[in-house]
Every structure is written in C-alpha cells, then in structure tokens.
C-alpha cells in the first residue's frame, strides 16, 4: 500500500521558518514528479512547489523566493523548507507524488497524496 506521510507542520510567528517532510512508502517515487500543494481554510486547494526525478523545480508565484523543495531519492522523502513565512501561508500542506515525470502545477495531475500537515503562520 502506498502511502505519503507529511510532518513538520506547526505554529510560527511571521517572519520565520519551518521544514516539512513528505516519506513515502510502499513503492518508490525515485524516477516519478512529486509536489506540494496546499489548502487554506474556505479557499481551493493551491499549487506550491513541484520537483522532478533530476531535481527541476518549479514553485508557484506567491512562495517563489521564499520556499524551497527539495528531494533525496535514497531516503524516498521530499522536503519543503519555508522561509520569511506570512500569515497568509497559513494551510494544510500536502504532499503528492505523481506517475509522470515533468513539472506538474495541477493537482489532478497527481495519483498519490498524503494526508496534510497544518501550518500556522501568525502575525
């Protein structure tokens, strides 16, 4: 059984950091696209960052700069390290795991998800 298990979540004044951890397991995700989205409450779900099997990234326009993905196929595990965080990131974060290997920005696109971690971010 596949299964991605996000942590790392918290609370955390603006201005600060956080790093999530996505572990998969089950299968391996070493040559496949993986991604973080997340979701504010009352709001759709929100493309974040996407890396391939080579380590092309690809980050959506509002955490550009900020956050950085990154992956180690030897441990099967994705990292999202967020920085200068704001209220407005403020979500549960998911991670996902494609069957393709290029940059995916649309969650459809994804086959596997994890079940969120919350991030609280505060002013």
């Known amino acids: 059984q596949v299964q991605l298990v996000e942590s790392g ?3 955390v004044q603006a201005g600060g950091s956080l790093r999530l951890s996505c572990a998969a397991s089950g299968r391996t995700f070493t040559s496949n696209t993986m991604g973080w989205f997340r979701q504010a ?5 929100e493309f ?3 890396i391939n099997w080579n380590g092309i990234t690809y ?3 509002s955490v550009e700069g ?3 993905i990154s992956r180690d196929n030897a ?6 390290q ?3 965080l704001k209220p407005e990131d403020t979500a549960v974060y998911y991670c996902a795991a494609a069957e393709g290997n290029s940059l995916y920005n649309q969650a459809p ?3 596997y998800w994890g079940q969120g971690t919350q991030v609280t971010v505060s002013s």
């Open 82 to 84: 967020m920085n200068s």
């Open 41 to 45: 409450q009352g709001k759709e779900r």
């Open 109 to 111: 696109l994804y086959s």
């Open 75 to 80: 441990k099967n595990t994705m990292y999202l």
């Open 66 to 68: 900020r956050f950085t």
């Open 9 to 11: 979540g918290g609370l």
């Open 59 to 61: 980050y959506g326009d």
């Open 48 to 50: 974040v960052a996407t």
